[in-house]
Nanobody
Framework: VQVVESGGGLVQPGGSLRLSCAAS????????ITWFRQAPGKEREGVSC????????YYQDSVKGRFTISRVNAKRMVYLQMNSLKPEDTAVYYC???????????????????WGQGTQVTVSS
């Protein structure tokens, strides 16, 4: 089982980044894929998620209208397009997967089965 994130980096406020999450080694059909982030000294929080089966999505209020989550089934990839980035978006971003009967879920983090290693996003001028 592997979950691998990529696409983080340093960007100026107002800029954009696209994070990618590649999942392999498990059946995705009944899973929700969630992007979490964790800033220094803060708890890990769910930012956005997508249901692999029915494409339901969820966004945390702080990112609504700025972030877009999407998937490409054939490639087993989930993307997080982040626009209009703010310094408060600075964090390590993690991709995680959990089998779920609910259309969407962002936690608790301990309920997620598979995690990537994280990718750093820094928004600074």
């Amino acid at each position: 089982v592997q979950v691998v994130e990529s696409g983080g980096g340093l960007v100026q406020p107002g800029g954009s980044l696209r994070l990618s999450c590649a999942a392999s080694g498990f059946t995705l059909d009944y899973h929700v894929i969630t992007w979490f982030r964790q800033a220094p000294g803060k708890e890990r929080e769910g930012v956005s998620c997508i249901n692999w089966r029915d494409n339901s999505t969820y966004y945390q209020d702080s990112v609504k209208g700025r972030f877009t989550i999407s998937r490409v089934n054939a490639k087993r990839m989930v993307y997080l397009q982040m626009n209009s980035l703010k310094p408060e978006d600075t964090a390590v971003y993690y991709c995680a997967a959990t089998e779920s009967l609910a259309p969407v879920t962002t936690g608790p983090p301990r309920s997620f089965d598979y995690w990537g290693q994280g990718t750093q996003v820094t928004v600074s001028s």
